[in-house]
């Protein structure tokens, strides 16, 4: 059973900056393709990040130039850095992994950008 945990969500001011992280319970990010999530209020959830083996990234438009996805398999961990943040990226932000056809979910964290 894989088992995904996010942290580091918040409240933080427009043009602020937070990290956030997803810890697994198993070596799963350096063989799979993983990424983040968001859920915006009455909004559909959305992809924000993805990370494959190789290290290969991509990334939504509307998060490009400001956001950093990365991984430490040796930690067993991925991380989001979110830079200028805006009042739009609020939403609740979940961790992805793929195993196999299998897809695997955090709780959520959420994130809020207010003044």
């Known amino acids: 059973q894989v088992q995904l945990v996010e942290s580091g969500g918040g409240l933080v001011q427009p043009g602020g900056s937070l990290r956030l992280s997803c810890a697994a319970s198993?070596?799963?990010?350096?063989?799979?393709?993983a990424g983040w999530y968001r859920q915006p209020p009455g909004k559909q959830r959305e992809l924000v990040a993805r990370i494959r083996s190789g290290d290969t990234t991509n990334y939504a438009d509307s998060v490009k130039g400001r956001f950093t996805i990365s991984r430490d398999n040796a930690r067993k961990a991925m991380y989001l850095q979110m830079n200028s943040l805006k009042p739009e990226d609020t939403a609740v932000y979940y961790c992805n992994a793929l195993l196999g056809t299998t897809d695997f979910w955090g709780q959520g964290t959420q994130v809020t950008v207010s003044s």
């Open positions: 198993g070596s799963i990010f350096s063989l799979n393709v």
